[in-house]
């Protein structure tokens, strides 16, 4: 008595009519377990949830997004804005972020601001007009307004990459300052007196120099001489930059680096001096990526698990939009100084 009535459900497929009432069918489910599945599938038993899947992958249904977000005005979509896309550490925060609210049955709207402020703010209001669920940004200084913008529209928000001293709503990140003081630290228990700065010309990079500067000043050492790079700072300026700050100061004896890949950069600039590191020179970097680890000699860093960021941001925010309470809206994931061979 059943073979007909699978025959019309699968024929339906075929011809992309599938309807919601044929996965429950299939799946032996009602209407609501159907929808729950499909728009909220946290809260589905397990083996609901395989049975419905299951179901829509044999018959190719297609749920209709466009009804489902007009009926609970939700649009399960969550907007994020990095500076750079292609940058590693901002691509392991990307990669959790979209696994984490994947599971949950939310999809992950993406820009790059190219570092700037007011790039930020145009797409900020173009994720806005799309209705996006909720939005995550990173650094937690931006133009002027926007934070106001944000905060009227409803939304949960989280800035990830600092712990924001005043955040919009959420913030999941790290104390660059700390960060920069710690690295200092690293540098000065090593024996180096005359440390300098190479970063990039915006907030995150002023925050780990103001933190070297601070440890500089307590152990009473020289003023620290600095190199900022207009965003994206790139590993072939590097060297140019390790040679400007040479004439200024000669007797530079260590270089903290704003990221591994400008660290890299001086590291090669050495290679090509044919000066030993650290014997000559000692060399940090920022972030623990792959070229750190396995450059020669390999470079003492700071570590930050940028997919620990883009996880507990998604928790945050799925939390906040299954309209949980929070005991606290801001996570520390914290900082690792990590000693190899290059100070």
Not at 26 to 31: E, K, R
Not at 96 to 110: E, F, N, P, V
Request: glycine share 8%.
């Amino acid at each position: 008595m059943t073979a007909q009535p699978n025959r019309r459900r699968l024929a339906a497929a075929s011809s992309g009519a599938a309807r919601m009432s044929d996965v429950a069918a299939t799946a032996g489910v009602s209407l609501v377990t159907v929808s729950r599945a499909i728009n909220t599938p946290d809260q589905v038993a397990a083996g609901t949830l395989a049975a419905v899947r299951a179901a829509v992958a044999q018959l190719g249904y297609l749920p209709n997004t466009t009804a489902g977000s007009l009926a609970s005005r939700r649009t399960r979509i969550v907007g994020c804005l990095v500076p750079s896309i292609s940058h590693p550490a901002f691509s392991e925060t990307i990669e959790a972020l979209a696994r984490t609210l994947g599971d949950a049955g939310y999809q992950l709207l993406l820009a790059q601001t190219n570092y700037r402020h007011d790039d930020e703010a145009r797409l900020v209001d173009s994720f806005l007009a799309r209705r996006v669920d909720a939005m995550v940004l990173t650094g937690s200084t931006h133009a002027a307004g926007l934070r106001t913008r944000l905060q009227r529209s409803g939304i949960p928000v989280v800035e990830t990459w600092e712990l924001a001293a005043a955040p919009i709503d959420l913030s999941v990140g790290f104390s660059n300052h700390d960060a920069g003081r710690a690295a200092a630290e690293h540098l000065f228990e090593r024996g180096y007196r005359t440390p300098a700065f190479i970063g990039s010309d915006e907030d995150r990079s002023r925050q780990r120099l103001a933190g070297l500067r601070a440890v500089a000043r307590e152990r009473g050492a020289c003023d620290v001489p600095v190199e900022l790079i207009l965003p994206p700072a790139s590993i072939e300026e590097a060297g140019a930059r390790l040679a400007a700050l040479l004439a200024r100061r000669p007797q530079i004896d260590a270089v903290l680096c704003h990221t591994d890949t400008l660290a890299a950069g001086v590291l090669f600039e050495c290679h090509r001096r044919g000066w030993d590191v650290p014997g000559r020179i000692a060399v940090m970097g920022f972030g623990d990526l792959p070229i750190a680890r396995a450059g020669f000699p390999r470079l003492s860093t700071v570590k930050v698990r940028g997919s620990s960021i883009g996880e507990r941001a998604g928790q945050l925010l799925l939390a906040r939009l299954s309209g949980q309470t929070q005991a606290d809206s801001m996570v520390d994931i914290g900082f690792e100084v990590v000693p190899r061979e290059s100070t």
